[in-house]
């Protein structure tokens, strides 16, 4: 995957998405800009937090539609992907990507895989190597605490009418080169679970990614996040001492 296919976020179906024209991928994204006089007050928009870690954490697994825009800012270019997650807790977590090429990115034990079809290419390093910010992954993968880690900048109705929009800041600094800049979540507003999440790195790279379709707490077979591939592809191992 390119940097632009790094996952960052937020975290969150049955069949391959092939049909996101561009004005159904502008509708997703208004679950993520909020709406004129739609701002919560500070109670409120503490309350949808609180009770949005609450309902995560009893989530067990997820699986999912999803809808990706990432932006990388030294090369001033966007691209737009789509595909299936899934996500079983603590740590499982499976991205296919139908759109625009190809390809499994698989996260098991600190690593993952990323599965290129069309190179016939299998890359494969520590977890900590990909990621924009720990804290929103940390969060996604049952391992974080929305309350404990992050501050409350701002909440507000979504444009779209049936979600909320909270701009988070991290509660320590983090420092380094990924260091997390703002970070929007989106809460449904009836089960009060993340349908979206938008990061954004101090260097300006920004991944926005929207879910739809979600499941809970269905049984997703090991199979799924199984790291086994075709013969004959090319390996490439950049864990430290392994490449």
Not at 43 to 68: C, M, P, W
Not at 151 to 170: I, N, R, W
Request: glycine share 6%; charged share 25%; with cysteine.
């Amino acid at each position: 995957m390119r940097r632009l296919g790094n996952i960052a976020i937020l975290l969150l179906t049955s069949v391959l998405i092939s049909t996101f024209s561009v004005s159904n991928a502008d509708a997703e994204m208004a679950q993520l800009q909020c709406r004129s006089n739609g701002t919560l007050s500070s109670s409120r928009g503490r309350k949808v937090l609180a009770d949005t870690q609450e309902n995560y954490r009893k989530i067990e697994s997820l699986h999912a539609h999803f809808l990706q825009h990432s932006y990388l800012s030294s090369l001033e270019i966007s691209e737009q992907s789509a595909g299936l997650m899934w996500f079983t807790k603590p740590g499982l977590m499976k991205w296919h990507y139908s759109e625009p090429q190809e390809q499994d990115f698989v996260i098991k034990d600190n690593t993952y895989w990323l599965y290129q079809v069309q190179d016939k290419q299998v890359v494969i390093d520590e977890f900590s190597q990909i990621l924009i910010s720990d804290l929103p992954i940390a969060f996604i993968m049952g391992l974080g605490d929305l309350v404990k880690d992050f501050s409350l900048v701002s909440a507000c109705e979504a444009q779209d009418g049936s979600s909320y929009v909270l701009e988070l800041a991290p509660k320590q600094e983090q420092g380094g080169k990924n260091e997390l800049k703002k970070f929007l979540l989106s809460v449904d507003k009836r089960s009060l679970i993340p349908i979206g999440s938008q990061v954004t790195d101090m260097a300006g790279n920004v991944t926005r990614m929207v879910f739809s379709s979600i499941e809970t707490d269905k049984v997703i077979s090991p199979e799924v996040y199984s790291t086994k591939f075709p013969e004959g592809i090319d390996i490439n191992d950049r864990r430290t001492g392994r490449g």
